[in-house]
C-alpha cells in the first residue's frame, strides 16, 4: 500500500518561497509518477505538477511554470515542490499523491487516496 505524508506549508508573503515536502513508502515499483495537487477553499482541487520516479522527468501546470519545481530525492523517497514567486492565489492545500505511469500528471486526476495535505497561505 502506497503511503505520502505531505508538509511544510505555512503563511508566505507574495513574492516569497516556500518548500513542500512529500515522503512516501511503499510504491510497488519505479513506474509511478508522484503529483503535487492544490485546493482552494470553494474551488475544485487541480494538478500543480509531478515527477516520475523513474526517470525524474517532470510537468506543470501553466500558471506555475516558470516559479516552481519539483524534485526528486531517492535515497529518502522524497519528492519537494520548490514554490517561488508566490501568489495569493497560490493559497490553498497542497497534496501529493502517486500513481502507476503518469495518471497523476493529469490535472483532472481523480484518485482516492490524498492524504491530510498541508496549508499555504500567501498574504496579499
Known amino acids: 500500500e502506497v503511503q505520502l505524508q505531505a508538509s511544510g506549508g505555512g503563511l508566505v508573503q507574495t513574492g516569497g518561497s516556500l518548500r513542500l515536502s512529500c515522503v512516501h513508502s511503499?510504491?510497488?515499483?519505479?513506474?509511478?509518477?508522484i503529483g503535487w495537487f492544490r485546493q482552494a477553499p470553494g474551488k475544485a482541487r487541480e494538478g500543480v505538477s509531478c515527477i516520475s520516479w523513474r526517470d525524474d522527468s517532470t510537468n506543470f501546470a501553466p500558471y506555475v511554470k516558470g516559479r516552481f519545481t519539483i524534485s526528486s530525492d531517492h535515497a529518502k523517497n522524497t519528492v519537494y515542490l520548490q514554490m517561488n514567486s508566490l501568489r495569493s492565489e497560490d493559497t490553498a492545500v497542497y497534496y501529493c499523491?502517486?500513481?502507476?505511469?503518469?495518471?497523476?500528471?493529469?490535472?483532472?486526476?481523480?484518485?482516492?487516496?490524498w492524504g491530510r495535505g498541508t496549508l499555504v497561505t500567501v498574504s496579499s
Open positions: 499523491t502517486a500513481d502507476y505511469d503518469y495518471a497523476v500528471c493529469d490535472s483532472s486526476y481523480s484518485g482516492d487516496d
Open positions: 511503499g510504491l510497488p515499483s519505479d513506474d509511478y509518477a
